[in-house]
């Protein structure tokens, strides 16, 4: 059965979409967040149960999915205490430090009044951030229920939304019906409910041309539109960015794969296990690190005033890095960690004697002619004429909140669409087997990595490596700070790059983005 607006669920939905819907969500939190997971599977049916017409459904089995099967079953129950069991183990610290439990439990239990229990049916989409649920409602009709995470492990949950449900079958034929970039850009930004979005494609096969279109405005309810030379901020994108810096020193000898933090690091006290990590396990996060993909506010405002130069901070930072407990052995398995890579730029720092940012634009920027690229959010007070950022529908200050350059490396640089372009080149012409400013032993070397693959997925110099539905093998990376989305997509056997820029992190943004890189391969060939 498709999703339908008909039915005695009209006067739930109308309840829900005038406030209760919204039960509840982190606002403009000044937390550290970068995506970079794998999507995951689809709930399933089981066509022998019971009943007939009738199927079983089973959450995916994934963190998140089973945070929501949770939830659902203290929901259906009206079930306080299981509720405040749930709120404790699997709300992030910056909602519940926003909205307690006991100002949301209220809302809670009046929505499960106006509703009724809510029975799963089928996932609608699913991410390690965002999962949508089509709900049965038992006197009839149905909601979609919609949690949105945090973006790294272990993707506590932030925001819970009941709304009408999305009907693929309309979305599928809208994604299928384009005719020009710009047309499908106007199909994702209506479907995202996204304020602007961006896209550009590059074809090493058709003599290396690319084609780029952007929909929607810088700033919401605001009438100025994205234009296609604007910047968009990448979030974690960025260590795909620091890894290629990397490899260049590799290259010339400052560096090696096997050189360790020991060597590196000689003058500075840190714990036994942290001496023996080289820069290919930093590369691949299996050094060990704390993940440090989010901060509490009082942590965040100690580590953004951190005084000196860039360069300064990160070593003050690296120096309280080295102190802390790993979460892993050298070597081990995969761990996600922005701290990992603040190391590795400095790392990088030590040796070269030049700030990461000199490093990046000296080695990666310039060199492939990115002009446009640099560090930061694009819009400021100085520059205000860019797109900003948004969480949820709210736009972000322009002087809001930093990143801090104590990060940095990790997940602070934006660019345009003609130089996530010239980006995806450099990469792709390295892989096709062409030396450039990095040769093409170096850029292979970036895509190869070390150790087995982590739950199906590969993650080596700031790439994940997975193969799709249609067996093509891809090299991607995504990043969001929590309110910009950017997903880069590499097809090395088609000689094939595509990226999406939005100017939001609410959770439509990443499902948004894979559904236009699938559309643009399925209209191009597959």
Known sequence: MRPTHDGPARSVLRTVLCGLAIVFAAGPARSQAVDAAAASPRGTTDDSAEGAGETAFSFPDTLLARRMAAFVQCYNASDEEGLRTFDVEHRSDVSRGQQAMDELLPVILQLRGATGPLMPQRVQSSAPDALAVLMELEGGGQVELRFGAETEPPHKVHSFVLVPPTDLDAEEQVFGEWTTLDQLLQFALEQGDLPGIGVVVLDLRDEGRDRAAVAGVRVRGASAPVLIGDRFHIGSVTKSVTATMVGRLVQRGELQWTTTLGEVFDDVEMRDEYGPVTVRQLLDHRAGFVAHTNFGEEELSRLTALSGSPREIRAAYVAEVLQLQPVGPAGGPMQYSNAGFAV??????????????????????????????????PATSGRPDQPRG?????????????????????????????????YMRGHLVGLDGTDGHHSAAIIAAL?????????????????????????????????SAGSFYALVALFPARGRGVAVVTNTGNMQGEPTAWRVIHAINERDGG
């Open 390 to 422: 948004h969480f949820g529908q709210r736009p972000q200050g322009l002087e809001e909140y930093d990143l801090g350059h104590f990060i940095a490396p990790a997940g602070d640089v934006h660019m345009s669409l003609a130089d996530l372009s010239d």
């Open 447 to 479: 895509h190869d990595g070390s150790g087995q693959p982590d739950g199906g997925v590969r993650y080596t110099g700031g790439w994940v490596h997975e193969t799709s539905d249609a067996g093509d093998t891809i090299h991607w990376h995504n990043g």
């Open 344 to 377: 590795l730029g400095h790392m990088a720092e030590r040796v070269a004697d030049d700030s990461w940012e000199s490093l990046v634009q000296r080695e990666v920027f310039q060199p492939w002619g990115m002009s446009s690229a640099g560090f930061g959010w």
